[in-house]
């Protein structure tokens, strides 16, 4: 009941107790899987708790607690974790959201969304529809500040036009009220990109729909609730003043300032602040600034789906055998777009970065076969994007990138007795992930990656008689 009115911050101290009463059950019961699905179940609604809290890292762990559950379960062919484990996905995707790492979001993201497509195509599709649309509105969320503005509002619209296609149903669902706050998260999305590309109807046919259901959830007596219509009044109030309705803009502002000064000024930031580059533009201003590129049209056609996908994750760009040969294409762009265009080079940096995370994730023979063509490739474009990422002043993101980078250089590992070159990249990479948990005061895991560093380059310590 508190999370459904929006008070998840005070669930907390009600789901540890159940699940300390379901840990007892099931150690006295090693086989009562009820107990063993209700403690996975708790975990992952502790999680939500702990994140309203601002308690990331203990959400982290609670979610991990929850895919041990889940997974267990599903091993034992109690259930069919394949939704559970997608909802685990996406609630750790804005956990990393909060703490800023916005690469790894992106992908864990882009993994729930994948699952939940399979899951409304399967026998029992119209069931997780509602979800399908949840997760598309988080997905639209991450994408609007960490990936590519146009994957955002595909998500984003698809997410809105399923809401309401599905009204009936929901509204008659114990969940009602969370559906429509994540329908307010996607209209808030959609508007916004549609905006900042001058598609003004569109955004203001977004807002009036986000709107009128943040002004239903506002009687739910929450703070978060009220601070969604604040938002919404804010966004429309701005969109009302560029289209030339002057008068009703200015009313809508007044009001959202009136009712909560703090939000509304948040959000005007947020506007004022714009978007990331698309994915198109990127690839256009890399053309104004090293001249015509002969991967040019290749990468454009990266704006389209694939075939059988829908353009609204990374993933659907292309498929996983090609996603690594166009991330190498795009990161022989990144060196000298650093010097002249580190704006766009950091965004066509991780998108060849999610091309190879999502290439790797997907086992693609490429990736698997040829570790030592690939690899190196994606290390160095991720110490590069890594470092411009944290000379921008986004720390976070950048020590994000360096814990990927350090993923990566482990994989060069095998390949380091016979490539000295292999030996050294991998060393940066460790030395650049040591370099960012410093800068983020994380001194003893840094002190760590410099060990791992320096170990691989002179080689393990000899001892007497070993």
Wanted: net charge negative.
């Amino acid at each position: 009941m508190l999370i459904e009115e929006g008070r998840a911050d005070e669930a907390g101290p009600y789901q540890q107790r159940v699940i300390e009463l379901a840990r007892q059950r099931a150690e006295e019961q090693p086989n009562h899987y009820e107990a063993k699905h209700l403690m996975a179940a708790t975990h992952y609604e502790l999680a939500g708790s702990l994140n309203a809290a601002g308690r990331h890292e203990e959400a982290l762990a609670a979610l991990h607690e929850a895919q041990l559950g889940y997974t267990e379960l599903s091993d034992a062919g109690v259930l069919d974790a394949t939704s559970y484990l997608a909802d685990i996905r996406a609630r750790r995707a804005m956990t990393q959201a909060h703490r800023g790492r916005g690469a790894t979001a992106v992908l864990e993201m882009d993994g729930a969304v994948i699952a939940y497509g399979q899951l409304v195509g399967g026998e029992e599709g119209l069931r997780h529809q509602p979800d399908f649309a949840r997760v598309l509105a988080m997905n639209a969320l991450i994408l609007r500040r960490y990936g590519d503005p146009a994957l955002a509002v595909a998500s984003a619209d698809a997410a809105t036009q399923l809401f309401l296609q599905l009204a009936d149903q929901i509204n008659e669902s114990p969940q009602s009220l969370s559906y429509a706050r994540y329908l307010c998260t996607a209209t808030a999305v959609s508007a916004d990109v549609h905006a900042a590309e001058g598609r003004l109807d569109l955004a203001l046919e977004a807002d009036e729909i986000g709107l009128n259901t943040a002004d239903t959830l506002a009687d739910s007596d929450s703070a978060t609730d009220m601070r969604t219509l604040v938002a919404a009044l804010t966004r429309k109030g701005k969109h009302l003043g560029i289209v030339g309705r002057i008068m009703e803009g200015e009313t809508c502002l007044r009001t959202a300032f009136d009712t909560d000064a703090e939000t509304a000024a948040r959000v005007t930031e947020e506007l004022e602040r714009g978007l990331p580059l698309t994915l198109v533009a990127a690839l256009e201003n890399a053309e104004i600034k090293l001249g015509p590129y002969e991967q040019y049209y290749r990468l454009l056609a990266l704006a389209e789906p694939a075939p059988g996908m829908t353009l609204a994750t990374v993933s659907g760009r292309t498929d996983p055998e090609s996603a690594c040969v166009r991330a190498t294409e795009l990161a022989e762009l990144i060196p000298a777009l650093l010097i002249q265009d580190s704006h766009t080079a950091m965004t066509l940096g991780l998108e060849a970065h999610y091309l190879f995370a999502i290439s790797s994730e997907r086992e693609s023979q490429r990736m698997r076969y040829e570790t030592s063509t690939y690899a190196p490739i994606w290390a160095k474009l991720l110490l590069d994007i890594s470092g411009a990422v944290h000379e921008s002043g986004r720390t976070e993101l950048a020590l994000d990138l360096a814990g990927w980078c350090a993923e990566v250089a482990t994989a060069l590992i095998p390949f380091t007795d016979d490539q000295p070159e292999m030996k050294d990249l991998a060393a940066a990479c460790y030395r650049q992930h040591g370099d960012l948990l410093a800068a983020t005061g994380d001194l003893t895991a840094s002190h760590h990656a410099h060990e791992a560093a320096q170990q691989l380059l002179v080689g393990p310590e000899r001892r007497i008689g070993g």
